[in-house]
């Protein structure tokens, strides 16, 4: 005898988000896709820093770095500052920070 799923299938459908809302929220997901994105996140998860700094960090050229970060701010994952002729990045808000310490804590659990 099959089960009436009816009720349950009901209460799900009226709670999930739209089909451009989820597609955004995979494409969101896609970014932390890339390692070279990833390390960049977590280095300004750390502190702020130019992208002369993270270049070094990460034995990468300036441009390498500026590509992945136009990439990260366009997808308002980090902000800048200016100071003079330096521009610095940070991560753009605690969403972010949580989504870094969140994907560590699930990897680590036991």
Same mark, same amino acid.
């Given at each position: 005898?099959? %089960?009436? %799923?009816?009720?349950?299938? %009901?209460?799900? +459908? $009226? &709670?999930?988000? $739209? ?26 998860? &750390? ?13 990468m050229t ?16 980090v902000a800048?500052?200016?100071?003079? +002729? $330096? ?7 605690? %969403?972010?920070? $949580? ?12």
């Open positions: 005898m099959p %089960h009436d %799923h009816s009720e349950l299938l %009901h209460r799900v +459908k $009226t &709670e999930l988000p $739209t089909d451009e809302l989820l597609s955004d929220l995979s494409d969101l997901f896609k970014l932390f896709a890339d390692s070279t994105r990833v390390k960049i996140l977590y280095a300004l998860f &750390e502190s702020e820093m130019c992208v002369c700094a993270i270049a070094e960090l990460l034995g300036q441009s390498a770095i500026s590509h992945q970060l136009r990439i990260l701010k366009d997808a308002n994952l800048n500052r200016r100071a003079g +002729k $330096t521009v610095y990045y940070f991560l753009s808000d605690d %969403h972010v920070r $949580t989504i870094i310490a969140q994907g560590f804590e699930h990897l680590i659990e036991e």
